[in-house]
């Protein structure tokens, strides 16, 4: 186990919350970190994007004119992609860009995300925030006296106050623990864990 001091708004130790070993000092891979991430990143992708081909558009098979004695180049069909209306030749059709990644592969990524932060010194621990309201100045007063920024917190439950007081802060993103990603775990230059969320994290990563 891990020591890491606890926190108050203020900014005063006030306890210290032990992190597990094989969450917090796992061995860093960044091929594995790489892989998750660019899972993560490629499923944000729609790929809805997509046009008809002459066989999808609608309209008449009946050949235009006859093939010989006009002067005409041979037209075969109002569909042809030659003509207004006609269809797209080699155009974009709907796709999924997703990459499938094992769960277990997903698991031991953010371990090594969390690793990563521990190993930087980068992850510190509050004991709560203690908002009475949504006021973006009271946040940004917290965090300067904490002397943190480029900052990824993680609360334990849903904390209306706390997420919208942090939404106009920049570099400054608030998630619940369900929502732990590795992405946002590397993102951002330092992690604030609300310290009820580090059994949420053990439970769920052990």
Known sequence: MAAVDVLNSAGEKVSEAQLPEEIFNTPIKNSVLHQVVRSQLVAKREG?????????????????????????????????????????????????????????????ALKMALSSKMEDNTI????????????????????????????????????????????????????KTEGLNVYDILKFKNLLLVEATIKNIEGRLS
Do not use: C
């Not at 069909?77 to 030749?89: A, D, E, F, N, Q």
């Not at 920024?149 to 998630?175: G, M």
């Open 124 to 175: 510190y621990v509050i004991d709560d925030f203690k908002l009475e309201a949504i006021k973006t100045k009271e946040l940004s007063a917290v965090l300067n006296t904490l002397e943190l920024s480029d900052l990824l917190i993680v609360s334990d439950a849903e904390d209306t106050n706390l997420l919208l007081s942090s939404r106009n802060i920049p570099d400054v993103k608030v998630i």
């Open 48 to 108: 809805t994007a997509a046009v008809k081909t002459r066989g999808m558009v609608k309209g008449s098979t009946k050949k235009l004119f006859r093939q010989k004695g006009t002067g005409n180049a041979r037209a075969g069909s109002v569909k042809s992609p030659l003509r207004k209306g006609g269809g797209v030749i080699f155009g974009p059709s709907q796709r999924s860009y997703a990459i499938k990644v094992p769960k277990k592969v997903k698991k031991l």
